[in-house]
């Protein structure tokens, strides 16, 4: 046996071992984008209910009220936002500008690390997809030179699955990602008017919902 045979061995082989774990893999990545498309279901429910005041309100009530807070957050349309109030009441109640600042940019980070989440699912499912089509595709077509259209078949029915499960994980993923940008973006803006109407002196604090969009590709 030769080098070369032993390498294509090898690389048969490990290309074979990986077929079960990248198809639960795929599974998982299509989990994990049915609990995420659930959640924004939810937060967009809290958005359009009958009588959901504007987060800015929201948010301006509970910095002028730091007992009344905890209650007040509860009508913010998600539970990043409801942190956020909270975050902000007390900054506003203790800590003064630099706190309010600090606030909005622990919140900006905890939107970085949600849109994250769905910025993976962009990549890793048509990667993951792929895979998962591939790898089925080496024993099929042995099986076709061997005359075993029935184990064909079947491979190429499961490579085929993988590949629209990468592709529905992706696409889905993208389209969440871009609504849940553009969500986020315009609570960061509601809550920085709250923050400027109760201190038209100091500076707006753009830079928060900047960094957003430069972080939407």
């Known amino acids: 046996m030769t080098a070369t045979d032993i390498v294509s061995q090898a690389l048969s082989g ?4 990986l077929k079960q774990p990248v198809h639960v893999v795929a599974l998982l990545l299509l989990a994990v984008l049915a609990f995420e ?3 924004i279901a939810i937060e967009s429910w809290r958005r359009v209910r009958p009588g959901a005041p504007p987060l800015e309100q929201v948010a301006a009530l509970a910095m002028a009220d730091q007992a009344r807070a905890p209650e007040l957050a509860r009508a913010a349309p998600g539970p990043l936002a409801e942190r956020a109030v909270l975050g902000l009441a007390i900054a506003a109640n203790s800590g003064g500008r630099d706190a309010i600042e600090n606030a909005l940019a622990n919140y900006e ?6 849109l994250d989440r769905t910025r993976v699912l962009v990549r890793a499912g048509p990667a993951v997809g792929l895979m998962g089509t591939l790898i089925p595709l080496a024993p099929g077509l042995a099986a076709l030179g061997g005359g075993n259209y029935t184990q064909l078949a079947g491979d190429l029915q499961v490579a085929f699955a993988a590949t629209v499960i990468g592709i529905l994980v992706g696409t889905a993923a993208f389209t969440l990602t871009l ?5 986020y973006t ?3 803006a509601a809550l920085e008017r709250a923050v400027a109407a109760r201190e038209p002196e100091a ?15």
């Open 109 to 114: 980070l905890q939107i970085q690390r949600r």
């Open 14 to 17: 490990l290309s074979s071992s």
């Open 203 to 217: 500076p707006p604090h753009h830079r928060v919902a900047a960094a957003v969009g430069e972080h939407t590709a």
């Open 37 to 39: 498309l659930g959640r």
């Open 179 to 183: 609504v849940r940008t553009r969500v």
């Open 186 to 188: 315009e609570d960061l």
